[in-house]
């Protein structure tokens, strides 16, 4: 990247996770010069953590807010009332081109009802999908799409979600022609309905994508295809799958244990070992149909997910993603 690139984060929520929010944008400052980021929260505190960071003041800025959007609220509601936000304040700054791209930890829902609200979708796109990049084994795979629950999707809505997918996971992934495979039960497209039996025919007839077929639920961890395809039903079950399992292979620590013959406790020390797979892209997901750049990252993230995630946004906008995108749907 060869030219600035702005980038707000929502800081909000519990002190020590915001702390390292903090840390994970100065983080991607350090590892990429281009990067400038606006860090929206409680001003307080974020002057308060950036005492030890002064180096970095020319290249992050704050803006106050002092008001919250939260799960429990009605998101129309909320995001028309609620205006000195986390959520509306970074959107607006999308939307008049003051920054290239927002990060917020609420869930994808409530981000992508408040993003279209803001930004609006894509011209010629009924419905804005959810792209989730799920960690697995062999390679992180983009699940698309990951729970937006939109309705009557139709055949040529996946062979969409192919191409923007393909599109996303050739910046994201060192892929330069990501294979693309669809969600199926079995090997046979028929089993999941006239919807996957034309999409399956579509997909194959499409020359813009590397199509490998039908990917199973227990292949999607084998790294069969780098993209998988799917409705947004059978994806945020998916996906829901996969949150578990990524929790549930958490180093493990110190924990007590009943001595097999005597009886006795004895403290024991125990780590999973899931060296293979990357968990700092843990929950990181994209709205290809927004007519900005947005993500959401897991609730209460880690430095080292902050950080990725930031670079991550840097490359859609330096590679100007929403560009390429609205170029091919106007074919």
Known sequence: MDRVICIAVDVTGSDDF????????INACKSNEDIRII??????RIRTEMVAYE????????????????????????????????????????????????????????????????????????????ATLIPCFSKPVLLLDSGSMGSNIKPSDMVLFARMGSLYMRYLSSAQRPTVGLLSESVVPENGGMLYRDSYELLKRCRE?????????????????DVVVCDGFSGGLILNLFAGLVKDLAPVGTIKRKHLFFGKSKEQTEDVQVSSIDLS????????GLSGNVMSICDNPYRETVQKAVGC???????????????FLRL
């Open 18 to 25: 915001s702390y390292e929010k903090i840390v994970g944008c």
């Open 209 to 225: 994508i590397e199509f490998a077929g039908t990917v199973k639920p227990e292949e999607i961890n084998r790294g069969k295809a």
């Open 39 to 44: 860090l929206l929260g409680d001003s307080d």
């Open 281 to 288: 892209t843990r929950g990181m997901t994209f709205f290809p």
């Open 55 to 130: 180096d970095y003041s020319d290249r992050i800025r704050t803006i106050a807010v002092t008001e919250e959007i939260s799960e429990a609220d009605a998101p129309v509601q909320a995001f028309r009332a609620k205006r000195n936000s986390a959520l509306v304040q970074g959107l607006t700054l999308v939307k008049d081109g003051k920054a290239g791209a927002f990060l917020s930890c609420v869930s994808p829902r409530l981000l992508n009802a408040g993003a279209q609200m803001i930004l609006g979708r894509i011209e010629r796109l009924s419905s804005a999908p959810m």
């Open 313 to 327: 946004a840097a490359s859609l906008v330096g590679e100007d993603i929403k560009g390429r995108l609205i170029s």
